[in-house]
């Protein structure tokens, strides 16, 4: 009896290990891809304070299975990346109870997003049609998701739409941003961008592709790297740089009972081998209630805080003094004078880096103006990079860290404008506006800003390096611009 209970036990963990499900993740199209914001091009250093180990299980649902649907995009986004989100954002550590209650659909997702014909032009009524991330990101932007106990997964069939109804339910779970962690293609910085993410609560969405098995090394829930034509969507919920020389662990939707309990693991190196797109769900923001005292007075609590260098090729950074009156004529439109004034001239051809730093979630924007042909120009968000500055506290260097800004051969008064937003902004239709106008640039932009920007009496400026707190009692306070002049002689 012993020998066959052990002949069962090892028949058990041999399929756990070695049967493979549906799968079901498809490409983005380039289209797609290309719409998808790339987070901010953080700088090494940011990278250096990262624990080394992080792990969102304790957010995290017990694993379900899809079965036989190709669904995975919607079991990866939805039960997943979303329920851990909404899990983090609800303090909902290790309350298992609390958080399978509340997952959400992923038939939602993969009902809204797959195509009902297959290649073969037939009628899918087996669900065999997979779905790309790109797809389910804008149904979760733009519409959001309901629990799953209002739209239930059943795997006999994925044919039935969500009604107007769940539709408009669903907007209350809308996510705040969906962001690429890499190119398309070897990044780099991908593992870093990853731990980055996960180390914040921020779930990692990503697909596994150019597999044939997830398979194990021997004795462990390691995956073994293996070459195929396979898609399949996981979730990273973690990171360890001591187990198996640096690793994310993966949440799987094949059951509990499949791997680790559902989980598994997959070294770095092959990580970034066959994980090719990667993804961030980044959820609402928390509107904190203002502060009110004793006297029943609003306590200030709009705040808003960066700093900013501008660093020479050599290593040395530019200096700068605070302008005289730059608090006092801060939002006065008519007044045109520069927040700093660098002190030193420079010739064409010097080359530099500016590096932001935000103390708070936010946006930021970087203008160009030149005296010399009158021009204005958006320096940043440049290609597809986010605008949004998703981690307090780290650094992003313009244009990055392998190349520099370099003065053109057009001398004169040049000025940089860094915008500090609370709220996304139309930066184009800006820059467009600023462009004409008989004023002159720092009036030009001060008029455009009119109404959101914070009072001059709002903010603490540094008088020997580009930094600034605010703080405001105005709700409608929204944005502080700087105003950098330099001298290009």
Known sequence: MKQLL???????????????FATGLEPASDEDYSSIATTVPLITRSFKAMPTSYS????????????????????????????????????????????DANTFSPAFIYNSIKNPRKRDNSLDVNCETGSSLTSAALV??????????????????????????????????????????????????????????????????????????????????????????????????????????????????????WGNKGFFWIKYEDYKAQARENYVIIDQFNTPNPTIDKNKNIVASNKLGGELQLRLSSGKNMP???????????????????????????????????????????????????????????????????????????????????????FDNKPGRDILCVLYSKEKLNINSIVTKVKYGSEDFVSRVKKVLSGKMYKGSDIKFNHDKIAFNASSKNATSKIIPIFIEVNHQ
């Open 320 to 406: 700068v003094n605070l302008t005289e009156g730059a608090s006092r004529n801060f939002n006065i439109v008519k007044a045109s004078k520069t927040t700093y004034r660098v002190k030193e001239s420079y010739t064409s051809g010097t080359q530099f880096r500016i590096y932001l730093n935000s103390k708070q979630r936010g946006y930021v924007y970087l203008l160009g103006y030149g005296s010399a042909d009158k021009s204005v120009n958006k320096l940043y968000p440049f290609g597809s990079y986010s605008d949004f500055f998703n981690y307090s506290n780290s650094e992003i260097a313009l244009p990055n860290e392998d190349y520099f800004i370099e």
């Open 6 to 20: 052990l002949i069962s036990f090892l028949f058990f963990t041999s399929i756990n290990a070695f049967s493979q």
């Open 140 to 257: 979760l932007k733009k519409f959001g998701v309901v629990k799953n106990s209002d739209f239930p997964y059943n795997v006999n069939n994925c044919s039935t739409k969500p009604t107007n109804y769940l539709v408009s339910k669903a907007s209350a779970h809308k996510i705040s941003h969906f962001e690429k962690l890499n190119d398309r293609g070897y990044n780099a910085n991908l593992v870093n961008n990853v731990k980055k993410a996960i180390s914040k609560n921020h779930p990692v969405l990503f697909g596994l592709f150019g597999y044939g098995k997830i398979i194990f090394e021997p004795d462990t829930y390691v995956y073994k790297k293996n070459p195929g034509n396979k898609g399949h969507a996981l979730v990273v919920v973690g990171y360890d740089d001591n187990k198996y020389g640096g690793a994310f662990e993966i949440m799987n939707s094949w059951g509990s009972w």
């Open 56 to 99: 969102l299980k304790a957010y995290c649902p017990t694993p379900k299975s899809q079965g036989s649907q190709s669904s995975c995009v919607g079991w990866a986004s939805a039960h997943g990346a979303r329920t851990i989100s909404y899990a983090v954002k609800n303090g909902w550590e290790n309350n298992k109870t609390k958080i």
